[in-house]
């Protein structure tokens, strides 16, 4: 391994939802090289981005690195957005999704989980020891626990304190980049060339009960194919489950585009839905080269 390679994956845009189509700022243009690993995120994770590295250093595939490295986030309860201390629904429950894929295309998700911080790590159990892609709520949970994972309570004094300050006004307005990292997507690139990807989130905060986003949708809000390429996603899941996002984009890349010049065509794509000022919509995305690109709706 010649070389190290992080990147907290930054696109910004500027002007997209205020109308005009600019030339917008980029993600330096990073190319690793196949044999080369690499470990790219939405956001600035850098302990997460660590613990994926430190997986591949020692010989972890790259499906392990990206477990490994989420669920950093999943355990940590001053993160208001993954994991435990997510913020909750409408009724206070912390209700979590996730998913993963890997090399070979198997796909695994989880959805509507409570109880159970690491929901990647399950969702990989889902792909890895059932016939089923998806598993949801009480079935979830039922698997967790025979898989031996922890239940615990997922609520904690802050979100629950944030939780009943929203209850007085009831006023549901997601606000664009608020938190310190929103969903967390990772994808990685072993030694030997093979992509993988997972995404974890507990959804937007003081969500409809029952509320699924794109995050656990394959093809939505995560989609790997070794043949060509893998992408992930971060924002409002509504607007990147109108446009099917991260298949589009590795879709896009099989026929000629870059990570880069993909991502920015797919989030041109959202641009056009209503309200496209109110929320933000983000994209990563590597190929079999290993080609970074990166883009957003909005600043930041």
Same mark, same amino acid.
């Given at each position: 391994?010649?070389r190290?390679?992080?990147i907290?994956?930054?696109?910004?845009?500027t002007?997209?939802?205020?109308?005009g189509?600019?030339?917008?700022?980029?993600?330096t243009?990073?190319?690793?090289?196949?044999?080369?690993?690499?470990v790219?995120?939405?956001?600035?994770?850098?302990?997460?981005?660590?613990?994926?590295?430190q997986?591949?250093?020692?010989?972890?595939?790259?499906?392990d690195?990206?477990?490994?490295?989420v669920?950093?986030?999943?355990?940590?309860?001053?993160?208001?957005?993954?994991?435990?201390?997510?913020?909750?629904?409408?009724?206070?429950?912390?209700t979590?999704?996730?998913?993963?894929?890997?090399h070979?295309?198997? #796909? *695994? %998700?989880?959805?509507? @989980?409570?109880?159970f911080? /690491?929901?990647?790590?399950?969702?990989r159990?889902?792909? +890895?020891?059932?016939?089923?892609?998806?598993?949801?709520?009480?079935?979830?949970?039922?698997?967790?626990?025979?898989?031996?994972?922890?239940e615990e309570?997922?609520?904690?004094?802050?979100?629950?304190?944030?939780w009943?300050k929203?209850?007085?006004?009831?006023n549901?307005?997601?606000?664009?980049?608020?938190?310190?990292?929103?969903?967390?997507?990772m994808l990685?690139?072993?030694?030997?060339g093979?992509?993988s990807?997972?995404c974890?989130?507990?959804?937007l905060?003081?969500k409809?009960?029952?509320?699924?986003?794109?995050?656990?949708i394959?093809?939505?809000?995560?989609?790997?194919?070794?043949?060509?390429?893998?992408?992930?996603?971060t924002?409002?899941?509504?607007?990147?489950?109108?446009? #099917? *996002? %991260?298949?589009?984009? @590795?879709?896009?890349?099989? /026929?000629?585009?870059?990570p880069?010049?993909?991502?920015? +065509?797919?989030?041109?794509?959202?641009s056009?839905?209503?309200?496209?000022?109110?929320?933000?919509?983000c994209?990563?995305?590597?190929?079999?080269?290993?080609?970074?690109?990166?883009?957003?709706?909005?600043?930041?």
């Amino acid at each position: 391994m010649k070389r190290r390679h992080f990147i907290q994956a930054l696109g910004w845009g500027t002007g997209v939802a205020a109308g005009g189509w600019k030339s917008l700022q980029k993600l330096t243009s990073l190319k690793s090289g196949v044999g080369e690993p690499l470990v790219i995120s939405t956001w600035r994770v850098p302990d997460s981005n660590e613990a994926a590295w430190q997986t591949m250093m020692n010989n972890g595939s790259a499906l392990d690195a990206v477990v490994n490295g989420v669920a950093i986030d999943e355990a940590d309860p001053n993160g208001s957005t993954v994991g435990i201390g997510g913020r909750p629904d409408r009724e206070g429950q912390v209700t979590l999704d996730a998913s993963v894929m890997d090399h070979n295309g198997n #796909a *695994g %998700s989880v959805v509507y @989980v409570q109880g159970f911080k /690491h929901v990647a790590a399950l969702a990989r159990k889902v792909m +890895e020891e059932t016939p089923h892609v998806i598993l949801a709520g009480a079935g979830a949970e039922q698997f967790a626990s025979e898989q031996g994972f922890k239940e615990e309570d997922l609520l904690t004094e802050g979100s629950e304190k944030a939780w009943k300050k929203w209850l007085e006004e009831k006023n549901y307005q997601p606000v664009i980049n608020i938190e310190n990292h929103d969903t967390i997507g990772m994808l990685a690139m072993d030694s030997q060339g093979h992509l993988s990807g997972a995404c974890s989130t507990s959804g937007l905060a003081y969500k409809m009960n029952g509320r699924v986003g794109d995050s656990p949708i394959i093809g939505a809000g995560l989609f790997v194919d070794n043949e060509v390429g893998a992408a992930t996603a971060t924002g409002l899941g509504e607007s990147i489950l109108k446009v #099917a *996002g %991260s298949a589009i984009i @590795v879709e896009l890349m099989r /026929h000629g585009y870059t990570p880069q010049e993909a991502c920015e +065509e797919v989030i041109k794509r959202i641009s056009r839905q209503k309200n496209n000022k109110n929320f933000q919509a983000c994209f990563i995305a590597v190929n079999n080269e290993g080609e970074t690109g990166a883009f957003a709706l909005q600043p930041g």
